[in-house]
C-alpha cells in the first residue's frame, strides 16, 4: 500500500503560480497528477517514472512542469501562467508499473493503484 498526500493548492489569480506537493509513504515507479473539475470527468495532467520519462497534457504543455525527488518520497507539480480552466480538484496518484511505457495509457485513472484525496486549485479572473 501506499499512503499519498497533497498540498499546496490554494486560490489564486489567472497568470499566477502555485506549486503541488504529493508526500509519498513510500517510492513508486510512476506518479501523476490528476484534476477533476465540477461537472467534468477526471484528466490527467502530467505524469512522471523513475527512468526520467514525463509527458504532460496539450492543455498545460508549457505552463506547468512535473518532478519527483526520491529522497523525500515527495512528486511535485510547479504551475506558471495559471488559467481559469485550470480551476480543478488536483489528485497524486502512483503505481508500481511502468505506466509510461505504455503509448497512450499514462492518462487513464485506472492504471494508478494509489490515490490522495486531492488539493483543490481555484483560479480567477
Known amino acids: 500500500q501506499v499512503q499519498l498526500v497533497e498540498s499546496g493548492g490554494g486560490s489564486v489569480q489567472a497568470g499566477g503560480s502555485l506549486r503541488l506537493s504529493c508526500g509519498a509513504s513510500r517510492n513508486t515507479n510512476t506518479m501523476a497528477w490528476f484534476r477533476q473539475a465540477p461537472g467534468k470527468e477526471r484528466e490527467g495532467v502530467a505524469a512522471?517514472?523513475?527512468?526520467?520519462?514525463?509527458t504532460y497534457a496539450d492543455s498545460v504543455k508549457d505552463r506547468f512542469t512535473i518532478s519527483k525527488d526520491n529522497s523525500v518520497k515527495t512528486l511535485f507539480l510547479q504551475m506558471n501562467s495559471l488559467k481559469p480552466e485550470d480551476t480543478a480538484l488536483y489528485y497524486c496518484?502512483?503505481?508500481?508499473?511502468?505506466?509510461?511505457?505504455?503509448?497512450?495509457?499514462?492518462?487513464?485513472?485506472?492504471?494508478?493503484?494509489?490515490w490522495g484525496q486531492g488539493t483543490q486549485v481555484t483560479v480567477s479572473s
Open positions: 512522471i517514472d523513475d527512468v526520467g520519462r514525463k
Open positions: 496518484a502512483a503505481d508500481d508499473s511502468w505506466v509510461l511505457g505504455y503509448s497512450g495509457l499514462w492518462n487513464r485513472s485506472v492504471r494508478y493503484s494509489y
